[in-house]
């Protein structure tokens, strides 16, 4: 695709490897490029703030259990490549963490305060 948009041949390579190593499974020593290492960082801090929410609501809400977007933020934000890239990022990174930190809070407590009583028997008490 890059060579039928006249893409610059000796660009090409590190836009590839940035393509390649912006998934959280790839690692950290595999984004050995400036370019890879921004491209990475922009696509993790994607999931924060407001948007950030309401992409993890369509996506992954009621399939996945709430710790899971919880430790998915986390994992994000640990990734980060730059120190640069989380002083951007710190108020998005809190916002969205602490929805679903109090998502999670709400969900298992009544209008009063009190446990549910299914949550309770989910966890055995």
């Known amino acids: 695709m ?8 000796e660009k090409r390579d590190p836009v590839l490897l940035a393509i390649r190593t912006h ?4 690692s950290s020593e595999d984004r050995k490029t400036l370019e890879a290492k921004i491209f990475f960082d922009a696509d ?3 999931a924060f ?5 309401l992409r993890y609501i ?17 994992s994000r ?12 990022a710190l108020e998005e990174y809190q916002y969205s963490k602490n929805y679903f930190v109090q998502l999670k809070k709400e969900l298992e407590m009544d209008s009063y305060g009190l446990e549910l009583g299914f949550v309770s028997i989910l966890k055995g008490k």
């Open 77 to 88: 934000w640990e990734g980060l490549s730059f120190s640069e890239t989380r002083e951007t």
């Open 49 to 53: 703030g407001v948007i950030g929410v």
């Open 58 to 74: 369509r996506v992954v809400y009621g399939k996945l259990p709430i710790d899971f977007i919880i430790e998915d933020i986390e």
């Open 44 to 46: 993790k801090v994607d």
């Open 2 to 9: 890059l060579e039928r948009i006249g893409f610059p041949g």
């Open 23 to 26: 998934d959280i499974s790839a």
